[in-house]
């Protein structure tokens, strides 16, 4: 199964198998830029342009699975979590969940796409179980699933934005000292138009909270200063091919910028719970490879940030381009977790 990240700048594919010892290895991964208006909001402005591209990036990647997960933002679906009586069976946890959903979902059931899991023993009632739903409306969902379609592709799960950039996360997490227990990881994944915060500990998310801040106002700043189209600006932004006065009077205004956001975030964070640190800041997104970002970040915030590759650790197949994979990486976290969902069934 593929993994397929339609977000407002571009489309991207990620596809994995495991190897003989159960390692994750990296097939295939590609990308396809979006112009600008083609989805906004996380709607998908121009279908018909947005599904060409699709097909682009599929004939690129090479791949000949049909098999897709995909992804909605956040901000298109109802997450809850509630709590039932544990010991019922399949159909009458469906019924419950509906006379649940009812309550929380501000559309008429007939026009939603619902789902739940059972996460597991509530830990505040005994003999009772925490279930999570999740829902959004119909046309959301048939709208991406109507892209995959159009290339040929077969959707077999919708998910979440920031599960799937969660679960790829979730492994990079395992990586740190005493793989991650009890770490307080605040995750960013800096988008075109959106900056988006989770922060976790042990896969509980403690907080979450999008900014409206991205790379788009850094090709904003590149038009400005040196007169090109938006056009020009993004992709001399994409190939460095930029005046050499670039570094000083465009780039590192714009870094600290980030740097000051990320903070605000992070304020905002120590605000609104009883925590007042995180243990790592991990960045993730196009804009997140910025040459001397982590480093402003580490510098100026005091805790240690990284940059995200969610392929680090794996077998790199002899599909895959390395040097362009290394530079695109922190771009690949959603439709890396998304991938993963098929090893999760």
Known sequence: MLGLDVS????????????????????????EPLE???????????????????????KKSGTRTKNVAMALPPSAVITKKIVLPGGLSETELEMQVE??????????LEEVSLDFCVIGPSASSVGDVDVLIAASRREKVQDIQGL??????KPVIVDVESYASRLAAGRLIENLPDQGKGAIVALFEVGALTTSMQVIRDDEVLYERDQAFGGAQLTQLI???????????????????LPEDYEGSVLKPFIESMVQEIGRALQFFFTSTPHHKVDYIMLAGGA???????????????????????????????????????REAPSYLTSCGLAMRRFLQ
């Open 8 to 31: 407002s700048s571009s489309v991207k594919l990620v596809e994995l198998s495991k190897n003989k010892a159960g390692q994750y290895v990296l097939d295939r991964c590609a990308i």
């Open 36 to 58: 600008r208006g083609w989805i906004t909001d996380g709607n998908i402005e121009k279908f018909d342009e947005v599904a060409e591209a699709v097909r682009r990036l599929v």
């Open 99 to 108: 006379a649940e959903a009812n309550q929380y979902i501000p559309f008429p």
């Open 148 to 153: 995959a379609e159009s290339a040929g592709l």
């Open 223 to 241: 038009v400005r200063q040196y007169g090109f189209s938006l056009e020009e600006a993004e992709a001399k932004k994409r190939s460095g091919e």
């Open 288 to 326: 997140a490879a910025l040459p001397g970002l982590t480093d402003a970040v580490t510098q100026q915030i005091t805790f240690p940030c990284s940059l995200v590759n969610p392929f680090e650790g794996m077998e790199i197949g002899d599909g895959v381009r390395l040097k362009k994979m290394t």
